[in-house]
T-cell receptor
């Protein structure tokens, strides 16, 4: 059974810092991995999708990497801003057409 | 492109009452998911549809939860009777599922259920 963990559970940083969020999964046989952002009381917003054959994906100040063999993914946020404050969740899918298994999330606070 | 629509946004009911949630996925998306998110946790899959067929409902508490997706478009999730531990956010998501590049999942705003 796939299990996904995220470290740290919560993170508070001053504005402008670069930061890394970690996601680990127990079964390396994944189809893809998706990072989401969730604002309080809201749904999930997709940030980046990495296929199993890819090593990283970039979107603006965000960069996500994937190391399938070690069961890890990292989300790098450059030059953090207060607007980045949210909970960040990673989710993995085992096979095409199957559902996503989520981690518990990292709650990020960027202080002005 | 319109996103995943869910209603209602909020619902408060007493235990043992029934409640229903509605989801309209992104047009053309074949796969629809219902997730339950308890406060402080990641979402947990309740049921997954491919068009109007069930792909995975292994974690759906079938004694009280039911879901349907008529005509492979809209979906409803029902709880009857509700328990206190059903208090959570119920998220609906959809994905296109046409080729490797179309498996990104898109989520609705969710329905926050409080059972008192």
């Amino acid at each position: 059974k796939q299990e996904v963990t995220q470290i740290p559970a919560a993170l508070s940083v001053p504005e402008g810092e670069n930061l890394v969020l970690n996601c680990s999964f127990t079964d390396s046989a994944i189809y893809n991995l998706q990072w989401f952002r969730q604002d309080p009381g809201k749904g999930l917003t997709s940030l980046l999708l990495i296929q199993s054959s890819q090593r990283e994906q970039t979107s603006g100040r965000l960069n996500a990497s994937l190391d399938k063999s070690s069961g890890r993914s990292t989300l790098y946020i450059a030059a953090s801003q207060p607007g980045d404050s949210a909970t960040y969740l990673c989710a993995v899918r085992r096979n095409y057409g199957q559902n996503f298994v989520f981690g518990p999330g990292t709650r990020l606070s960027v202080l002005p | 492109e319109a996103g995943v629509a869910q209603s209602p946004r909020y619902k408060i009911i007493e235990k043992r009452q029934s409640v229903a949630f509605w989801c309209n996925p992104i047009s053309g998306h074949a796969t629809l998911y219902w997730y339950q998110q308890i406060l402080g946790q990641g979402p947990k899959l309740l049921i997954q549809f491919q068009n109007n067929g069930v792909v995975d409902d292994s974690q759906l508490p079938k004694d009280r939860f039911s879901a349907e997706r008529l005509k492979g478009v809209d979906s409803t999730l029902k709880i009857q009777p509700a328990k206190l531990e059903d208090s959570a956010v119920y998220l609906c998501a959809s994905s296109l599922e046409w080729g490797q590049k179309n498996t990104e999942a898109f989520f609705g705003q969710g329905t926050r259920l409080t059972v008192v």
